[in-house]
């Protein structure tokens, strides 16, 4: 899921405003056996996390909810019902 699929989500919620957040992952593993390198890899990996404002029915206060999205979620799963 892209960023501008998550604005797009954002904007039909009817959020006051909203923060996202990206962050991005590079590693590297490796494995070893008995202190022999048995096999290695790398893992570039993309996290959002959104946090959402809505303000209250009497327009005096704001409050706010935060969560992450991994990089497998789909436009489906997180779409409002």
């Given at each position: ?56 029915e ?24």
């Amino acid at each position: 899921m892209k960023i501008e699929q998550i604005k797009e989500l954002l904007e039909k919620s009817g959020a006051f405003a909203w923060r996202i957040t990206q962050t991005k992952t590079r590693r590297w593993e490796f494995y070893f056996i008995r202190h022999d390198l048995d096999q290695n890899r790398s893992a570039d990996i993309e996290n959002y996390q959104i946090t959402v404002f809505v303000k209250s029915e009497d327009g005096k206060g704001v409050g706010s909810a935060s969560a992450e999205m991994g990089p497998d979620e789909t436009f489906e799963y997180v779409e409002l019902p």
